[in-house]
């Protein structure tokens, strides 16, 4: 081993500096992991990235994958495996598509209302691989819709406004919005892409009723929770406004990647302003490293 962290003895300072995930390695049974940003970047997996979970896996450890990624679980399986990173890396995949759709069929979300359920979708690229197993009808007129259901957007569109005048008419008509990704905008090749957590965030400030399906929220993590102890789980991520707070949100220690979501933030605060910047996000992580590596 390169080196070993002696946590009971570690300063309580936050966002302990680790070069790979072998020096703590040791310390967690179980790892929840997110993927853009950690694992891959939306087009290939980070090779550094994938030699850890292998490692992880080896020595007999839980890696429960998280995404906000608003396919089905079993959809995003099967992108990974065509990337190279088949099941025997992980344990389990959790998406907000996976959630959201076991929230409609157990009839937590929109509960006794008769099925199926007219839909007015925001996918323009057919993300969605779930509609029919959630028994949804999508309808291309507001005015008959039960649900907006947010997939995906024009990642171009930073500025959501257009939205405004459909989501006032859907708000005048009482018609909830469901959003399966909660995520802002991601980074692809040091690009921001807009994601659907913006319409979300525009339905609300305009009066509208928002479900938001995934991290931080708690809901995405209940099932590991049930499984493992709070002090035996790492959660790994690339953002202070997902991953870092939903760990502060379930209990849990916490690893930064910071040349996902952040980058740009890193690349311009010296060492001595994270602290700054973590004040500025209202979270900390347990730890902080670049990119997701072993040594």
């Keep these: 081993m390169a080196g070993f962290i002696d946590l009971e003895n570690m300063n309580t300072?936050?966002?302990?500096?680790?070069?790979?995930?072998?020096?703590?390695?040791?310390?967690?049974?179980?790892?929840?992991?997110?993927?853009?940003?950690v694992i891959y970047n939306g087009h290939h997996v980070y090779d550094t990235a994938k030699n850890v979970?292998?490692?992880?896996?080896?020595?007999?450890?839980?890696?429960?994958?998280?995404?906000?990624?608003?396919?089905?679980?079993?959809?995003?399986?099967?992108?990974?495996?065509?990337?190279?990173?088949?099941s025997d890396y992980y344990?389990?995949?959790?998406?907000?598509?996976?959630?959201?759709?076991?929230?409609?069929?157990?009839?937590?979300l929109m509960p006794g209302r008769k099925h199926p359920l007219n839909a007015y979708l925001i996918d323009d690229i057919g993300l969605?691989?779930?509609?029919?197993?959630?028994?949804l009808k999508i309808v291309p007129d507001i005015h008959t819709a039960d649900l907006i259901l947010s997939i995906h957007m024009d990642e171009t569109l930073h500025t959501p406004t257009?939205?405004?005048?459909?989501?006032?008419?859907?708000?005048?008509?009482g018609i909830?919005?469901?959003c399966s990704n909660p995520d802002k905008y991601v980074v692809k090749n040091d690009i921001k892409l807009a994601r659907v957590g913006s319409l979300?965030?525009?339905?609300?400030?305009?009066?509208?009723?928002?479900?938001?399906?995934?991290?931080?929220?708690?809901?995405?993590?209940?099932?590991?929770?049930n499984l493992h102890n709070a002090k035996s789980i790492l959660l790994i991520g690339d953002s202070l406004v997902t991953d870092i707070t939903a760990a502060s949100y379930i209990g849990v220690d916490s690893l930064l990647v910071t040349s996902g979501y952040h980058q740009d933030e890193f690349r311009s605060a010296?060492?001595?302003?994270n602290k700054r910047l973590f004040k500025n996000y209202g979270v900390s992580p347990t730890y902080v490293c670049e990119y997701l590596s072993w040594e």
């Excluded at 979300?200 to 929770?225: C, Q």
């Design 53 to 86: 979970l292998g490692n992880l896996m080896r020595q007999g450890k839980t890696i429960h994958l998280i995404t906000n990624n608003p396919r089905s679980s079993c959809g995003i399986g099967q992108m990974l495996a065509g990337l190279g990173l088949t």
């Design 162 to 173: 257009p939205f405004v005048p459909l989501f006032e008419n859907a708000i005048a008509l």
């Design 91 to 108: 344990s389990n995949i959790i998406s907000a598509g996976q959630k959201t759709l076991d929230l409609l069929n157990s009839g937590i």
């Design 200 to 225: 979300a965030d525009l339905y609300r400030s305009l009066g509208g009723t928002v479900f938001e399906i995934g991290k931080p929220h708690p809901v995405m993590f209940e099932n590991i929770m």
């Design 270 to 273: 010296s060492r001595l302003n």
């Design 13 to 37: 300072f936050v966002g302990y500096e680790v070069t790979g995930l072998e020096l703590i390695a040791d310390h967690y049974d179980a790892y929840i992991i997110d993927l853009w940003g």
């Design 128 to 135: 969605c691989d779930w509609l029919d197993a959630a028994n």
């Design 176 to 178: 909830p919005h469901i």
